[in-house]
C-alpha cells in the first residue's frame, strides 16, 4: 500500500466525508500545505463519528477491522481501519521495533489487553509477526492470572515482556512478593501510560538484567505517532515519516513550533489512511521538538484533550459532563483535572472552584459524592482500576476561581494540570 499525498487526501477526504466537507466548506477548491487546514476540534470529531449516520468515515463500513478508543461508556468512540490500512500500520510499527531493541529469535511476551475492541494486544502481535527479524511470539494477555504468566514466562525463557507500566508493575509486584526474579528477561516494553522513576526501581528489582523502552507511540485513533530510538530518554520518539505528519503546535496561538524546546500540543496527520481520515488531529499528547530536521520529538505528557491517569483515559469532557450532571443547582464555577502521583500510584483530582461564600462543608461534601458517583458511572474502568490497586480513588478538592492555575501569558484556564514528575 502506498503513502498518499497530503492534497490527494484532502480531495478524497473533501469528497467522501460529510465530516471533513463541512469542515474545509471555506477553504479554496485546491489545498496543498497542512497549515492551510484547521485543526480537527476533537469533540466535534466525535459527535460525527458515531455508530450510525457516520459522517466521517469516506465510505461504508463493510470491510474493516473496529477497536474502542477513549471515551465514556455512554459515548463509546471507534476507529476503523481497512484490511490494507492495518497491515500497513503494523508493518511500520513492526520495523520500528528494531529500533526500540527487538534482536532476531528475541521471545516477546505480550501482556497487553485483548477483547472488548481493544487494540493493543492484537496491535503488538501483528507487528512482532510484521517485524523484519525473526521472534517468538506469546500471547499471554494482560488479564491472565499472574500465577499462571510467570511459570510460561520461565518456561519459555521470554527475554522480552512487553505491557503498560501498570501491568508490568503489578508483575513485578507478584514476583518480589513471592520472593522469585526472572533474570532472563532482556527488555521491558511500555506503551499506553508514563513510566516514573518509582515504576522504574521496581522492576529493576524484579527482573535484574532488563532495560526499560518505549515499544512506541501509537494510538487507536491517530494511529502511527513516533518511532521508539535509542539513548537514555525512553520519552523521545522519530516521527514515522513519511506514513505520518506530525506538528507541535503552540497551545495559545496554534501556531506551528519549529524550533527545540519549546512545548506544544501534538497534532497528527495519517496519510496512509482514508476509510477514517485522521487530518490535523489533536493525539492528546503535549511535546517538543528535541531534533525537528530528523523528526526527533520528546512525549512530555498528556494536553487538555485527555489525560491518563494509571491505566485510564479520561476525557476532559467526561469529568465535565460528570460535574455537570451532579452539580443541579450551579454551585461549580471552574474545573481543573490534576494528576499527581504518590506511594507508586496515580491519582485524579477533582479541583473544583466555587463562588465566594459559597462554601458550605457539609453542602459541599454531599456534591463531591454526586460528582464522583457520576464520574463512576461514565468511567467505570477507573473505579476498576482502584479496586485492583492500580491507582488512587478520585478526590475532589474545593478552592475559589482565582486559584485555579492559569496560562502565565494570557491568564486562560488551564484545564489539565500534570503535577507527576516525568523524568
Given at each position: 500500500m502506498s503513502v498518499h499525498q497530503l492534497?490527494?487526501?484532502?480531495?478524497?477526504?473533501?469528497?467522501?466525508?460529510?465530516?471533513?466537507r463541512a469542515l474545509y466548506a471555506d477553504l479554496p477548491p485546491q489545498v496543498e500545505r497542512l497549515t492551510d487546514l484547521p485543526v480537527v476540534d476533537q469533540a466535534e470529531f466525535w459527535a460525527a463519528n458515531t455508530l450510525h449516520d457516520n459522517r466521517v468515515l469516506t465510505g461504508p463500513l463493510s470491510e474493516s477491522v473496529v477497536f474502542k478508543t477513549g471515551g465514556t461508556t455512554?459515548?463509546?468512540k471507534f476507529s476503523c481501519f481497512t484490511r490494507e490500512e492495518w497491515r500497513e500500520f503494523t508493518t511500520v510499527f513492526g520495523q520500528g521495533l528494531i529500533e526500540a531493541g527487538l534482536k532476531p529469535g528475541h521471545r516477546v511476551a505480550d501482556l497487553f489487553y485483548a477483547g472488548e475492541l481493544y487494540a493493543s494486544f492484537l496491535f503488538l502481535l501483528?507487528?512482532?509477526?510484521?517485524?523484519?527479524?525473526?521472534?517468538?511470539?506469546?500471547?499471554?494477555?494482560?488479564?491472565?492470572p499472574l500465577e499462571s504468566t510467570v511459570p510460561t514466562l520461565r518456561e519459555f525463557a521470554a527475554q522480552v515482556v512487553a505491557g503498560t507500566p501498570t501491568t508490568l508493575c503489578r508483575l513485578a509486584e507478584h514476583l518480589i512478593a513471592t520472593g522469585d526474579r526472572l533474570p532472563s528477561v532482556e527488555l521491558l516494553f511500555f506503551a499506553g501510560e508514563a513510566l516514573?522513576?518509582?515504576?522504574?526501581?521496581?522492576?529493576?528489582?524484579?527482573?535484574?538484567n532488563a532495560e526499560a523502552r518505549s515499544v512506541g507511540y501509537?494510538?487507536?485513533?491517530?494511529?502511527?505517532?513516533?518511532?521508539?530510538?535509542?539513548?537514555?530518554?525512553?520519552?523521545?520518539?522519530?516521527?514515522?515519516?513519511?506514513?505520518?505528519?506530525?506538528?507541535?503546535?503552540?497551545?495559545?496561538?496554534?501556531?506551528?513550533i519549529l524550533r527545540p524546546g519549546r512545548p506544544g500540543r501534538v497534532v497528527?496527520?495519517?496519510?496512509?489512511r482514508r476509510l477514517m481520515p485522521v487530518i490535523r488531529y489533536p493525539a492528546g499528547d503535549r511535546?517538543?521538538?528535541?531534533?525537528?530536521?530528523?523528526?526527533?520529538?520528546?512525549?512530555?505528557?498528556?494536553?487538555?484533550?485527555?489525560?491518563?491517569?494509571?491505566?485510564?483515559?479520561l476525557y476532559t469532557q467526561d469529568a465535565l459532563a460528570a460535574i455537570a450532571a451532579a452539580d443541579t443547582e450551579g454551585r461549580v464555577i471552574g474545573t481543573q483535572l490534576v494528576v499527581r502521583r504518590h506511594d507508586g500510584r496515580d491519582q485524579l483530582v477533582l479541583r473544583l472552584a466555587t463562588a465566594p461564600g459559597d462554601h458550605d462543608p457539609a453542602t459541599l461534601e454531599v456534591l463531591a459524592k454526586a460528582v464522583l458517583a457520576e464520574l463512576d458511572g461514565a468511567r467505570p474502568l477507573y473505579g476498576e482500576s482502584v479496586?485492583?490497586?492500580f491507582v488512587h480513588p478520585v478526590a475532589v478538592e474545593w478552592t475559589s476561581h482565582g486559584e485555579l492555575a492559569v496560562n502565565s501569558r494570557t491568564g486562560k484556564l488551564i484545564r489539565v494540570v500534570d503535577e507527576r514528575p516525568t523524568s
Amino acid at each position: 500500500m502506498s503513502v498518499h499525498q497530503l492534497s490527494d487526501l484532502i480531495r478524497h477526504a473533501r469528497h467522501n466525508s460529510p465530516f471533513y466537507r463541512a469542515l474545509y466548506a471555506d477553504l479554496p477548491p485546491q489545498v496543498e500545505r497542512l497549515t492551510d487546514l484547521p485543526v480537527v476540534d476533537q469533540a466535534e470529531f466525535w459527535a460525527a463519528n458515531t455508530l450510525h449516520d457516520n459522517r466521517v468515515l469516506t465510505g461504508p463500513l463493510s470491510e474493516s477491522v473496529v477497536f474502542k478508543t477513549g471515551g465514556t461508556t455512554g459515548y463509546p468512540k471507534f476507529s476503523c481501519f481497512t484490511r490494507e490500512e492495518w497491515r500497513e500500520f503494523t508493518t511500520v510499527f513492526g520495523q520500528g521495533l528494531i529500533e526500540a531493541g527487538l534482536k532476531p529469535g528475541h521471545r516477546v511476551a505480550d501482556l497487553f489487553y485483548a477483547g472488548e475492541l481493544y487494540a493493543s494486544f492484537l496491535f503488538l502481535l501483528d507487528s512482532l509477526a510484521q517485524a523484519p527479524v525473526d521472534n517468538v511470539r506469546l500471547p499471554i494477555g494482560g488479564a491472565a492470572p499472574l500465577e499462571s504468566t510467570v511459570p510460561t514466562l520461565r518456561e519459555f525463557a521470554a527475554q522480552v515482556v512487553a505491557g503498560t507500566p501498570t501491568t508490568l508493575c503489578r508483575l513485578a509486584e507478584h514476583l518480589i512478593a513471592t520472593g522469585d526474579r526472572l533474570p532472563s528477561v532482556e527488555l521491558l516494553f511500555f506503551a499506553g501510560e508514563a513510566l516514573f522513576a518509582d515504576q522504574r526501581r521496581l522492576l529493576a528489582t524484579a527482573f535484574p538484567n532488563a532495560e526499560a523502552r518505549s515499544v512506541g507511540y501509537a494510538s487507536v485513533d491517530a494511529g502511527l505517532l513516533g518511532c521508539a530510538v535509542p539513548g537514555p530518554d525512553p520519552r523521545v520518539h522519530r516521527v514515522f515519516s513519511p506514513h505520518t505528519m506530525v506538528e507541535i503546535l503552540d497551545e495559545t496561538t496554534g501556531e506551528p513550533i519549529l524550533r527545540p524546546g519549546r512545548p506544544g500540543r501534538v497534532v497528527v496527520t495519517s496519510l496512509f489512511r482514508r476509510l477514517m481520515p485522521v487530518i490535523r488531529y489533536p493525539a492528546g499528547d503535549r511535546a517538543e521538538w528535541t531534533d525537528p530536521e530528523n523528526g526527533l520529538f520528546r512525549i512530555l505528557g498528556r494536553a487538555e484533550e485527555g489525560v491518563r491517569v494509571g491505566p485510564v483515559s479520561l476525557y476532559t469532557q467526561d469529568a465535565l459532563a460528570a460535574i455537570a450532571a451532579a452539580d443541579t443547582e450551579g454551585r461549580v464555577i471552574g474545573t481543573q483535572l490534576v494528576v499527581r502521583r504518590h506511594d507508586g500510584r496515580d491519582q485524579l483530582v477533582l479541583r473544583l472552584a466555587t463562588a465566594p461564600g459559597d462554601h458550605d462543608p457539609a453542602t459541599l461534601e454531599v456534591l463531591a459524592k454526586a460528582v464522583l458517583a457520576e464520574l463512576d458511572g461514565a468511567r467505570p474502568l477507573y473505579g476498576e482500576s482502584v479496586r485492583s490497586g492500580f491507582v488512587h480513588p478520585v478526590a475532589v478538592e474545593w478552592t475559589s476561581h482565582g486559584e485555579l492555575a492559569v496560562n502565565s501569558r494570557t491568564g486562560k484556564l488551564i484545564r489539565v494540570v500534570d503535577e507527576r514528575p516525568t523524568s
